[in-house]
């Protein structure tokens, strides 16, 4: 009986963070190693669904690299890289599409359904969610590489409100009905800037940002804006924690609350940032 | 940080009982000297605010005896007493009006909306909430001691709808406009009825009920409506108990699901019952 | 049949006042003397119902100190004064709070149910309505006596919507938690301006303000908030007069539209003052 | 000052009547001499916006008999009878409708609007709220005269919900689209009965039903349905008083609770029925 | 068969001119000559029906001035004349009124409901919807001739969304009760003007705005509304197209985005200008 | 400008369907070589797209057997099949979802959102629309196919309700969470009969059903379901069309007006059945 005493203790300790966040949008980004594990997999949908049943609205945004690329291997599509970014001709957009909308959207939202939760799929293409256009590095054609050029939100919000938990794929829709490959972390601070979403959790495949990676106690807890662009600039932060950072900061100009950056190998690291005051991850901050 | 792990695996525990009754109306009825402590009066606080945020609709029905007591004996006013119940006279009904809806209403919604929560409270008069008459023992005139004609559901089905947490306090109204004093536990069993709850929970002294009070291994874990009736005529459930238990079989009848007989004065009790599968107290059933 | 016609044609008389005033919020202050009577009880009563039922919507703020006093006394209370304050310690505001929410608000709501009206009560602990904290007078602690923060006019329009005759109680609560005694016409002036209100109808025990009391033939009809002013400054306006007068001038502030102390001993004077254009008690302007 | 109290006192004792019929719908029929004089008219409309200020819904059908004989008189138009109904061709058709709906509706309209009302008119055709056929009086074919197939409610109860008082010109509508010229009593009677209304008041040109015309002390106070049918039967009943009667007995089996025909010529005696007990007209009852 | 391919390619030829005026508001004046074949007339109906149907809000405003016309001859009324307006009494107005109201908008209701659709009859004076004053010409009194104050939007509106064609009657109504003649060209663009339509087409006798009236091929096409104010100044526009020009210039002035003059005595030319590119009649611009 | 007129006339024309089937649910089954060709593919969303605009509410449901092949035959993977049917092992249901969901269905909301209209995409897993099973052909398993347990029809409700045409791609799902492979023609009239939609429109191949396949004079053009299902036995109706006749069949049972199994290939045959009388295809009838 003592175990069931501290888990309603424990119960009523959430109680404070249930209450901050009552009615809140959070968007969460969730890919990379994180979705490889399986247990991992099956921690971030419970963890969705407890959010939804305790009066808050997630909202997830979906990667998908790994998958993408088994199935280009199986076809022996080869990719040539600009500035580590694959260039996407037409039949790689295809595969991209097929494996972010057909096969990881669609398990995820099988599994919240299946563990009592309520989810439908929005790829950007659904009511155009995700208008974008194409994205020019340095004035090189990358194909179909996009960038978000507005996020519709409508269709995210009439599923919200309809008590289901959207699931958002990363493929975007040109004017001209194109589809374009974009970054997942990029549309999940689109999406959460749009939403004016209480907050963006970033759960990632690292414990966070350190000033020396090296060294695991200078993990920094708190990265300003302003210092994270800075530590961008000189390669402290570097190659995919970028985007991410990025993510955070956009979010923020939009009006975003709080943005975090968080260890998505550890089960029930969301809940953790969530519902305990653990320090936990980057919180990248205005 | 594994106290933290701890945390939120307890909360994903709690997830299924959580999903089961989002959206139900749970009836507490919280009396006695569970009144007294007030850890105890906070724990139960606690424990509707949580309900509330996790999407239940908690509704409480106070008693407050040993608060009227005080004050009678504060103003010199005796009470005669036929078969264990208090002949009411016009000023002791005065005395328990105040008392109830003065007084142990008015704390108990204080501390709601302290802690959190959005509590209203509604007497039986507010809005002609419970209709009563006069109750006849035997064919004794009590004074004003009533029962329940019939619960007006409406005002208290408008206050959940508004978000509030509806706080009763057991005083009826006759069709003359009288007032009536009403014991608690019927008053609870017979909203819980009218608001067809999904749970009715009634928060007592004891662990529950007994086979043999003297043999704590004896304690009835599950009673059906039936025998609980023949255990009231042999003088097994007795006193205060018996409505108790006749609240949870009106409650039955009405078409609530689900009824229990619990101790108050153990901390979270009521979380103890609805989140976990440890067995407490008494629950009665069809 | 004579008789008959006159009474129609009576009502055909009153068709531009609820015209005017169809829709439109009115708070009535009702305390003192004209609560004794149980005649004058019923007068203000129908009244209220009267109002709700041809289109207003009326909104009840009592007083209630002489039950308050006649319960200190039985309980051999004493009360110390300030400046003509009572000091009110924990165990007073205990008995002022349980007289004006458990019975003097509960005895009007039962009457106007019982008269064919639907009314629910508020003490301003109920849903945290009145928002109040200490009230210093001249830096001297009075204990419980409290004055408003923040009138939080939620719980009372939802009752409006809901068909019902709010009856507010004077009780304020801190965000402590802790109950505060708050003169009832103050009360009366803050919720009227937190509804915006169309009208303020002070219910008194003398017929207006009187330049000179005692000629009944001063009885000022109108009388500009700057000109009230300088009749408190000059004593002409006095003792309880006082906070009516300045319940207007706050009620006008808030952007009522007209304020009125008018004589709640004679039946009916609220209709009077609503439906007819006799020249009724004082009418405060800016 | 005494004169004001009566009225008040007068409002006080027509709040019973208010509270019984709050929200409900009441037909009237005003049509014949009781249309000619301005003020009579000017009662009529009054009553009309008094009825709907304080809660109630009143639908108006008005007939126009001595208007639509001016205009064909002028015109040189004569009509042929047949058992006292006029045989009514295409150019009659056409001078009645104009009559009925761009005369006599459009002035009641703009007299309810000018003293404080909202009005709009429907005839039959607007909406096909009258939908009707040809009507055969012993297999004779009068022309355009019709009879009721179906009142379509609809834009009736629109109209009422939007805030106006319909005003009701008895032209039918055939599935053919042709004109139909249609008693404004059996019109009335119709309206009541699909509105399930609470109330049909007949407007006329006597006091009410005699058992012997010529004697005023034979006054029929209630009559039954049955007997009213027996008495049309042997005469009694008899000429224009046919209609009125059996659009009472019409509404009646529709589910209307009281029908009245009393006399229009009396200024408000459609109050004097509705807000008094004094005995007024004829009441026809099941 | 090819025929009914060529049907359905002309639907989807209807696409974009659908999508573009979905939901929108497009009032239509009708009248003169091309209300006086009954061909036209079905098609001018059909047309508003089809618009309803296809998702557009069609608003109908009707003139009759031959029906006036014939009734006054029939009745032997003589109207005197000033600088081409009809001098209006008392009389007179009555007839105007009752031909508008009682038959040209009855006859346009009933063809709209027997061809499939659904109208209600609005004149200025249901529900006050055309506020007007005397129209005063050089200083002369024209009698009832009277010009717009202000449109009341509200019924025409809640019939709309409650599915209706509105059917306006030219028939303004006075503050003081009074009915005024108004142009119904000029209530069309007061009307257009206050719902703030997509469009106002004024079907009229002749094929649009010529330079040369008797040059065919120097038809204006679009007009733009300095333009035409000068061609009114100088003659060119005359009599009878002055006003629908000038409804034109204020229903532009109300932000209505696009005014059509077409000829309204070829079948289905509203349809022809809402779903072709064909160049028809007029457009008058900003 | 006569061509216009004609393009008017036939507007008119669709009149009377467009009113027969506004506010009605059209079901349409598309697949198979309609998909292959890029004019046809335009002209059936086209036609969605104007059904949609003129107030009907088009679903789809897609098929996609030729890019299912084409992606297998790229992974070199081969099928082996039982009765015709595709033994469906994971690694294939894994590229027929993501084809069906992640290509052609995106597909085809990118075009619908192209040329004007408003679509979201629903896999039988999003919101759990599809509940489905193995199916077992003569106790053989077939891997991952599977067919309708219960269509869900939530999700697409509140889809239309929202603006949207769902496009519904025939991916089902378990109660274990597995990805079914089901006949697109199947979930087609489990679709309409669950939506309780008016039309079931099958687009196929050929021209409908004929007696002998080589002669074309012997198109049915109405069959009975009682018939339909002896030819089926008797091996008339063979192969590809026994699903699309079955899933005719479910839907009229399931209380769908009309079944229409109609030629794909012919460029808006979707129109030429809603909106014209020719004889087309062949309409499966109870």
């Given at each position: 009986m003592s175990l069931e005493i501290d888990k309603v203790n424990l119960l009523i300790e959430a109680l404070p963070y249930i209450k901050a966040l009552s009615g809140k949008t959070i968007?969460?980004?969730?890919?990379?190693?994180?979705?490889?594990s399986k247990e991992i997999k099956k921690a971030v949908i419970l963890?969705?669904?407890?959010?939804?049943?305790?009066?808050?609205?997630?909202?997830?945004?979906?990667?998908g690299g790994p998958e993408i690329n088994s199935l280009l291997?199986?076809?022996?599509?080869?990719?040539e890289y600009h500035k580590g970014l694959r260039i996407t001709d037409k039949e790689t957009m295809d595969i991209v599409q097929m494996v972010l909308v057909g096969k990881v959207g669609q398990e995820l939202i099988t599994l919240i359904n299946h563990y009592g939760g309520k989810a439908i799929g929005l790829s950007g293409k659904d009511g155009n969610t995700l208008l974008s256009r194409k994205k020019l590095i340095e004035g090189v054609d990358l194909g179909f590489v996009?960038?978000?050029?507005?996020?519709?939100?409508?269709?995210?919000?009439?599923?919200?409100?309809?008590?289901?938990?959207?699931?958002?794929?990363?493929?975007g829709v040109g004017l001209d009905g194109e589809s374009y490959n974009i970054n997942a972390d990029v549309v999940a601070g689109e999406v959460?800037?749009?939403?004016?979403?209480?907050k963006l959790i970033v759960l990632t495949d690292v414990e966070g940002i350190f000033d020396n990676p090296n060294k695991p106690e200078t993990l920094i807890t708190a990265l300003q804006a302003i210092r994270a662009r800075r530590l961008i600039e000189n390669g402290v932060i570097a190659s995919g924690m970028i985007p991410k950072v990025e993510?955070?900061?956009?979010?923020?100009?939009?009006?975003?609350?709080?943005t975090h950056i968080i260890d998505g190998r550890q089960a029930h690291s969301m809940l953790l940032e969530i519902f305990t005051d653990a320090g936990i991850g980057t919180m990248v901050v205005n």
């Open positions: 968007v969460v980004k969730y890919g990379g190693h994180a979705m490889e963890d969705l669904i407890l959010l939804k049943y305790v009066g808050m609205n997630p909202v997830i945004v979906h990667g291997e199986k076809l022996e599509i080869k990719s996009g960038e978000i050029e507005k996020v519709n939100a409508e269709p995210i919000i009439s599923m919200i409100k309809a008590g289901y938990i959207p699931v958002i794929s990363p493929v959460a800037a749009a939403l004016k979403a209480e993510a955070c900061i956009k979010a923020l100009e939009g009006g975003v609350a709080r």
